[in-house]
């Protein structure tokens, strides 16, 4: 499988493995090497939520998964999306350094970051090679 892009994880000190999910400060940079259309990514977004949630959990969501889904762009090779979360502030997507908008709730940073970091991810080997857990 080639990969279509890069990832990089940031945790506050003294954050576990276990608790990546929960409400805690995080960000996650991705790097793409390919061309993807924006569209794509609401997607891709959306089939991987499925995978980790019943729908009980993504319908009082779903406004707020269509919100972030209308802001993502065409990337070419070189482009970044990151996440970042802030408790009490709301999960900011960011392309090539700048906002694009902020969502707010610790519920939906929480489904949102599993779509890399869930029971599901969208990929295992890059989940693992993000939250190395000690042997």
Do not use: C, H
Not at 28 to 39: A, D, M, N
Not at 110 to 124: C, E, K, T, V
């Amino acid at each position: 499988m080639w990969k279509g892009y890069v990832a990089a994880l940031y945790l506050e000190e003294g954050a576990t493995p276990e608790s990546v999910l929960s409400d805690i400060p995080k960000r996650l940079e991705l790097e793409y090497f390919r061309s993807i259309k924006g569209p794509d990514f609401g997607k891709a977004a959306d089939e991987v939520l499925a995978e980790n949630f019943p729908e009980e959990v993504i319908a009082p969501l779903r406004g707020r998964l269509d919100r972030i889904n209308r802001f993502y762009r065409d990337v070419k090779p070189g482009d970044r999306y990151a996440l970042t979360y802030l408790p009490r502030r709301g999960t900011e997507l960011s392309y090539n350094g700048t906002q694009l908008v902020l969502i707010e709730g610790a519920d939906f940073a929480s489904a949102y970051f599993a779509i890399w970091l869930g029971r599901n991810p969208i990929d295992q080997s890059l989940k693992d090679q993000l939250i190395k857990k000690d042997s």
